[in-house]
DNA sequence: GTCTATATCCAGATAGAC
DNA sequence: GTCTATCTGGATATAGAC
């Protein structure tokens, strides 16, 4: 079972990046190098094999941080899985709200949202992964459901907006978000799991253009 | 946290409702009463709490079938999740069995696939959750991923089709088949999650427009 | 804050009578 | 085929020195 697909970078590295390109970089949540350890083997794990096939000693093991210190600082094993929830949908508002100010148009920013998306499943697979596959009431019982978080309301709300300024034709506001983002994560998820063998840049232009197309008001 | 979700049928129900409308049923797995409730219980359970969070004492409390015989029967754990896995999946092949009979055009066939996703979604959210959730890594290891299963490959086959025939105008067929099932399927974990509160009939007509206005050849 | 050693519990799985 | 009683390993989590 060979996995072709990229090799994944960290959640912490996926933040660095995203902050390297900041003036004034937001109130971020500061974390220890040991921290950055449990977080980065933690995702990668739960990725690999999944949050209840990985034990706290596999993560000892892949951290090299003991036991005692992950209790310490994250409480317990769901401690773990709200740390890195939070981290990655906080990293995914924050470049939110870039796109929001670099994109006027409705079309500039959902475009720009999926091309996101794709980059992130690219450079950091896991990221995507634990995204897609959080399942809150499994593992995360203090929060939302992701299709509810934070990043993702937001998502629907530029279509939202879109729809009131007149860019988008007068449609129900979720069955248009699930027109534009649902293909692209679709594809997404064909990708993470080997069935999309390209990068998925080279789908992006094809697939925004029929997406857009059913939905743009007029010309556009 | 109330529910207010369509009450769930399970899995034997679903099947026998489809069973009850042919003349000439495939041959099929058969399965004792005790086996029935077992897959009834898991099934319930898993998607609930997730399969990780049911344990073997629960599904024999819930099933009321005695240790013993639950691993008389399924070998282990893992054995009863597979059991579920071949029953949807047949299920749902035959389903599409009759959908390709019923229908002759792509859209129509279509069409008829996502009204059926909707259906399961509606009747039996479990059976539906237990589709879009049953990650091959974490607790079917002997199988492929779910959306390289038979039904995946089949809704895709039938795109290509379509695009052969001339009746979807040329495109990537990936591309194709994310247009066509990516915005049904979001709707449909929407749902699921509670985020909409409509029952997803009363989207079909408005979805689908918009879903084959952007891939139909010229009118259709 | 970090570590090792250890306690406790309950999961998955088996044995073997009926 | 079904059941009850039981084994055993390894998981989560803690104690307490440094």
Redesign the interface.
């Known amino acids: 079972m060979q996995k072709s697909r990229p090799k994944a970078i960290t959640a912490a590295e996926f933040k660095l990046q995203k902050d390297s390109a900041d003036i004034a970089p937001v109130p971020v949540l500061e974390r220890s190098a040991a921290q950055r350890k449990v977080l980065d083997a933690a995702l990668k794990l739960f990725s690999?094999?999944?949050?209840?096939?990985t034990s706290i000693p596999d993560i000892v093991r892949a951290s090299k941080v003991s036991t005692g210190s992950i209790y310490h600082h994250f409480g317990d094993k769901t401690g773990i899985a709200s740390a890195l929830f939070e981290q990655i949908t906080g990293d995914l508002q924050a470049a939110l709200d870039d796109i929001e100010i670099a994109h006027i148009t409705t079309g500039g920013r959902c475009r720009a949202i999926i091309e996101l998306m794709f980059e992130i499943t690219e450079r950091s697979p896991a990221t995507m992964e634990f995204m897609l596959?959080a399942?809150h009431?499994?593992?995360l019982p203090a929060h939302a459901?992701i299709?509810?978080s934070a990043p993702m309301t937001r998502m629907r709300d530029f279509v939202a907006l879109g729809i009131e300024r007149g860019e988008i034709r007068v449609?129900?506001p979720?069955?248009a978000?699930?027109?534009i983002?649902?293909?692209?994560?679709?594809?997404l998820?064909?990708r993470l799991?080997?069935?999309?063998e390209r990068p998925l840049f080279e789908?992006l232009d094809?697939?925004w253009d029929?997406?857009w197309?059913?939905?743009r008001a007029k010309a556009g």
Request: one cysteine or more; charged letters at 20%.
């Open positions: 690999d094999v999944g949050y209840f096939n596959y399942k009431k499994e593992f459901p299709c509810s449609i129900d979720t069955i978000a699930a027109l983002y649902g293909p692209a994560i679709r594809l998820q064909l799991d080997g069935i999309i789908l094809e697939l029929s997406s197309r059913s939905l």
